[in-house]
Nanobody, 126 residues
């Protein structure tokens, strides 16, 4: 199994960035997928989740209206479009795969995800 995030970097506040997560080695189209983020010394925080068909999405309150999660099951790839970025969005971003096809009420908890990537750093300057 391979899960690899890309697209991170440095951006000014108010800017945009698109993260990608390419996967292989498992049946991507049957898993719900999520983005998490983590800053040093803090717990990993659930950012957004998308169902296996891509028809149901959910977001943590702090990113609603600014971030958009999507997936392309034909390409086994997950995306996160981030707009109106703020310095508090600075973190390492991870994608994760869950065997349950829908986003459960507990989606934002890191426990229970089957596969994780190594993360990509996003830094937003003020």
């Amino acid at each position: 199994v391979q899960v690899e995030e890309s697209g991170g970097g440095l951006v000014q506040a108010g800017g945009s960035m698109r993260l990608s997560c390419t996967t292989s080695g498992f049946t991507f189209g049957t898993y719900s997928m999520a983005w998490f983020r983590q800053v040093p010394g803090e717990e990993r925080e659930g950012v957004s989740c998308i169902s296996y068909t891509g028809t149901k999405m959910t977001y943590t309150d702090s990113v609603k209206g600014r971030f958009t999660i999507s997936r392309d099951n034909a390409k086994n790839t997950l995306y996160l479009q981030m707009d109106s970025l703020q310095p508090e969005d600075t973190a390492k971003y991870f994608c994760a795969a869950h065997t349950y096809p829908a986003c459960r009420d507990s989606w934002a908890r890191a426990q229970g995800y089957a596969f994780w990537g190594q993360g990509t750093q996003v830094t937003v300057s003020s």
